[in-house]
Structure formats: structure tokens, C-alpha cells
């Protein structure tokens, strides 16, 4: 593992059956169908930062996010967490301790959430199920102390979640998060489901978090100008694979990946500096049957016959990796771009 | 665009109720709105801020038991909002058209794309099945869907989302309607496929001279597509006005709020602007400005007197700041709304 990692992921994938029943498939002659979900990634997260992947509603970074915190099993490939292999760890007193320092925020604030449980005892399950108080007072401090964390009051604990707007909810859900004391937090799409005045406020809330209590997060987020403003390093995924990945300031000022510069392009622009949308022909194609050699192919402007044969492997540039054959050979000009210029 | 010309929508002192065992909720209070003809009209506002409602009530599609309770919708100068429901299903397609949020659910899955145009134009104009077809065939080709002398007769199920939004943009179209509603009509799809159908919904109203309401919570798609902008609140509009000084030069403080909590590609700063607290519900919208208990810069008036749209500026806005008799002694924020 290299140095100064500290959550690391190596040719992870995770292959999903979605074929038929055995009947149909041997009376109507149909192949086993298998989704590639998540197809080879690899990455490296260091203590104290924000790695965000982005990319399309299909393209496999939920399954990421949910792969690293344990709730599916991999195909293939390896998640080493803090040193420890994910994998081997599966006897319970090792597996429990780890699973306590990672926890997870969910999408949707109204179903992740049990309707039927009270504040409290939604908070203070973690702090249960790992043993972390020493009595009933002292449980109901913490619970009590994490409220306040998310901006919430102890009083609020006697409430149920229907009696809690959106960004409310939310807020219970990052306390529960930080019940068990975690120091890993992966959230997927923590705000896609929110209005934009209350998505600022979580984020700002999030990022104040992570400065107290050194928290590591990984992000999963569509939303591109979210990500800007939240990580330290970002990946982009198309069809299960990682196309790229940079440090975030290098990512929005010199993309590199055609589909990385198609992402940023189709970003509305707020400043109205007359910047016309550039819409891109074409859609994702289903995950299926993706497309020969690099997936991106059918869209890409650049693409010329390697590309529709050869996968492209990620190759270290500028302080990330890009997976692109036209960067490898220079045929694609990497150019300073101006989206985080104000107009 | 042309603002001397008479509008083609005329909405005056709006107000959609819906009856509760609790007592009558207020969705949609007092909203006045002009659209010109080939105009678009976004109209912007978190979940709950009636922007929805205000779109059905024009197109006659509220879902009971709300009801408009007040106010005139004009098409034309001629008032659609109390026509029996055989006529408005006349105006709407013809003269209306609208395009909903989810493109699965605004096609039947059981019928062709074919059978649902040719339907749609026979319904509407006096054609006979083959020159339906052939107008159908038209339409689609016009909305960029490739090889759409195949793909007419085939179902919803086997078009992407990008392309199903563009059948209901087509049937939409079908009648040459002066207006269109469009409600959410991109926030289904992904990025790449939503610039997509934003150039395509503005380029086919230039080309048509068909005016939009555009109603979304998405201020980027607005910034792109609109001519002017209403920006609601809480069943209100709290500001409207040409959408290049709305998102530039924000009058009313919600608005500055909204513009500065959407994280851009500007520069990278600490914290985003936020807006302390959340929406009131229906059932509990706070005496005097609906803002109030969120707003940074109240005074004692906007307690009491409710304020109605004002100059600000280019633009019109609902706020006491931009009266000759100001705001009033300051008031600060109550500490529930800082933590909610």
C-alpha cells in the first residue's frame, strides 16, 4: 500500500446478475446477462481529505460508495482500509472495530430514516450496537452533544423524523453517522435531494464537521459544482470505470478526459457570461452491453480506431491519472479552460 | 423580446386553496404574472413554494381538492380559468401545451409513439389518419430523434429518457400550441442530456414563436433559457424581472440568498452563502412577510404588513427594503431559525 494512503481500492469491481430466471433463459435460449457495475478502479483517499467521484445516473458510484463501506461484497479487487485488507477482516471482534470507524450518509433523508423510532434512539443505536456509553446518562449526553454538532437541540430527540423538514432529516442522518465515533464517512448524494438554500447549509455543515473532527470523507455527488466547492481530490466515472482523477484545481482548469471536459461543458452557466451550454450528442449506453475498448468511444470526438479496440489504462498525469489513448499519444491538446473564471 | 405587444397569458391575483379538515391552506396567494407571446417565462422556487401549482391551475389540471379560489387566468384575452371542463380540454393541447417532469409517466406504455401523436393531432386538427402520420413523422424528425421513420412505431420503453422527453416536447408541439407549460421539464434527465433539451425547447419557441413558462427549481436551467424570471416564495412571488438583473443584481434578500447558496464554478470559498432555516410550511405561513423569520435584513413592518410587488431596481420586488418607508427598527433573528 502506498504511503500516506489511507483508504485504498485497487482493480475493484463488482459484477451484478440481472439475468432472467433459469426457465426462461433455457425455454427462450437467452445468455446469462451480467452488469458490469463497477469495472476496475482504482483509488487512493489520505487522511483529512475529500475525494468526490461524479459522473451520469448509471455509470456505478453508488456501487462504489456501498462496495467501501462493506454493504456489497466485491467481485474482484482489493478496499484497504487505514492498513487493514476489507476483505480478510471478516472475524467479528477485528470486522466490528473497523466498521465503526467507517459509517455512511444515505441519499434520501425520508427513507433512511426508521419513521416509527424517535430521534434519539435513532442516534443512539450506533452508540449501542458498539457499546460506546458507560450508562444511560452518559448516552444520553452523547446523543444530546451530536444533536447540537448537527445545529439540532437534545430537545429535539423526543421527536420523530416526519416532524423534521428535508434538511433536518438530513442533519439527524450525519449525527447517526457520527454516533459510532467514525472517522471515514462516505456519503452518496448527501443533498441531491435537497432545495438549494438548505444543500448549502448541509455542505457548510459537513465541511465544518470535517475540519473538527479530521474526518475523511468519500463523496458521490452528479453535481459537479458541489463537488468543486467540497473536495480535495475528484474521480470521474463513466460506465463503471474511472476516466480520470486530479486534485480538484487541476481537474477544473485543465480537464483532460473528453468526458470530463463534456461534464464541465454542460454546467449552466450562472454568471451569464454568454457561455453557450454545448450539448453533446449522444447518451450514455447501457452498462449491459457497453462499448468496446474505451466505453466512451461512440461520443467522443477524438475517438479514431485504437480507441474502439484497446481499453485505455489510467496513466499518471499532472498529479492524477487519465485513462485515454488520446492523451497518451498527444493527439487530444490539454488546454487551460476557463470555468472557474469569474465572467 | 416584444413587450408592447398585448400578453398572451394574463394571470391576475391567482390564489389556488386546498380544503383540509384544518382548515383552507393557501398554495398559491395572489400571483399576477405576464407572459408576451415567443416569451419564456421562468418561474423559479423551492419544493413547496406553489410554482407547480400555479402552472397546473393555468392549464386547468389542479388535482382535487385544490381549487382556484380567486383571480383570472386570461389566454389570449379570453378568461380560460372558469371553462367547463369539455372546453378546456380543447384549449389545452391545442392552444396549451404542457410537458411534465417524467417523460415515463406523461406516455402510455401500452400504445406506440405513432398512435399517441396521431391521436393528439387528430384531436386536435382536422387531418386525416395519413396526413396525421406524416405531420407525426415531421414532428419527430423536427424534435432530433434519429431515424424516425423507424423509430414512430415503436413504445415508450424503447426510447431513453433523453429521447422520450423529446416525443412529449413533439407531442407537445403537435397542434401548434401558442403556449407551452413546462413543468421540470429536464430535471429527470442527466447533464449532458439536459443541455441537450434545453437548445432544443429554446430553439423550436424561436423558430415557432411559442412562448414557455418555464417552472423549475433549477436557477442554471433559467439563466439559459429565460427572457424573464418570477421568483416564488411561499405561494408568493417575492421578485420578477428580466433574468440577467434577477440572477445579477438580486432585490430581494431571498433571491441574493438563493443566487449565493448555489454552488458555482467561481471562486472557492470556505462556506457557501446560506440561508439560515427552511421554507414555512402551509399550515403555518409566518403574519407579514412570508420571509421574515429567515431574512437577515427585517424590520418591524415586515412582521406585520405583508409586502406586495414594488420597483426594485430593473426588476419588481416584494420587499419592504425598496419602499419609501423602509423596513422599520431592525429585528434580529430568533435562534430557532439559525439552528433549523
Known sequence: MPEGS?????????YFDVSAPWLVRKLERRPRQIVQAVDGIDIEIAKGETFSLVGESGCGKSTVARLVVGLYPPTDGRIEFDGNNMATRRKQGAHSTLRRRMQMIFQDPFASLNP??????IIAEPIRAFGLSKDKADLEKQVGDLLEQVKLTPADGRKYP???????????????????????????????????????????????LQRRLKLTYLFISHNLAVVYHISTRVGVMYLGRLVEQAPTDTLFRRPKHPYTRMLLDTIPDLDMTGRQRAPVAGEVPSPLNPP???????????????????????????????????????????????????? | MATN??????????????????????????VSFDIAPGEVLGVVGESGAGKSLTGNAIIGLLEPPGRIAAGEIRLEGK?????????????????????FQDPLTSLNPLYSVSHQLVETIQTHLPLSASAARARALELLKEVGIPGAEERIDHYPHQFSGGMRQRVVIALALCAGPRLIVADEPTTALDVSIQAQIIALLKKLCR??????????????????????????????????????????HAQHPYTKGLMGSIPSL????????????????????????????????????CLVERPDLMPAGASRAACWLHDARGVGAPVPLARETVNA
Request: glycine share 8%; with cysteine; proline share 6%.
Open chain 1, 6 to 14: 489511507y483508504v485504498h481500492i485497487e482493480g475493484l469491481k463488482r
Open chain 1, 116 to 121: 416509527r423510532w424517535r430521534v434519539f434512539d
Open chain 1, 162 to 208: 416526519h416532524e423534521f423538514s428535508g434538511g433536518q432529516r438530513q442533519r439527524i442522518s450525519i449525527a447517526r453517522a457520527l454516533a459510532s465515533q467514525p472517522e471515514f464517512l462516505v456519503c452518496d448524494e448527501p443533498t441531491s435531494a435537497l432545495d438549494v438554500s438548505v444543500q448549502a447549509q448541509i455542505l457548510n455543515l459537513m465541511m465544518d
Open chain 1, 292 to 343: 468496446s475498448g474505451c466505453s466512451f468511444h461512440p461520443r467522443c470526438p477524438f475517438a479514431n480506431e485504437r480507441c474502439k479496440v484497446e481499453r485505455p489504462k489510467a496513466l499518471p498525469i499532472e498529479g492524477g491519472t487519465v485513462a485515454c489513448h488520446g492523451i497518451e499519444e498527444g493527439r487530444i491538446p490539454i488546454e487551460d479552460r476557463s470555468y472557474t473564471a469569474r465572467g
Open chain 2, 5 to 30: 405587444n398585448p400578453p398572451l397569458l394574463e394571470v391576475r391575483n391567482l390564489r389556488v386553496e386546498f380544503p383540509t379538515r384544518r382548515g383552507t391552506l393557501l398554495a398559491v396567494d395572489d
Open chain 2, 79 to 99: 378568461r380560460i380559468d372558469n371553462l367547463p371542463y369539455e372546453e378546456m380540454r380543447k384549449i389545452r393541447g391545442a392552444r396549451i401545451g404542457a410537458i
Open chain 2, 207 to 248: 423558430e415557432h414563436g411559442t412562448a414557455v413558462m418555464l417552472v423549475t427549481h433549477d436557477m442554471g436551467v433559467i439563466a439559459e433559457t429565460a427572457d424573464r424570471v418570477a421568483v416564488m416564495y411561499a405561494g408568493r412571488i417575492v421578485e420578477v424581472g428580466p433574468v440577467r438583473d434577477v440572477i445579477k
Open chain 2, 266 to 301: 467561481g471562486v472557492r470559498t470556505e462556506r457557501l452563502t446560506q440561508i439560515d432555516g427552511s421554507m414555512p410550511r402551509l399550515t403555518a405561513i409566518p403574519k407579514g412577510c412570508a420571509f421574515n423569520p429567515r431574512c437577515t435584513a427585517r424590520g418591524e413592518r
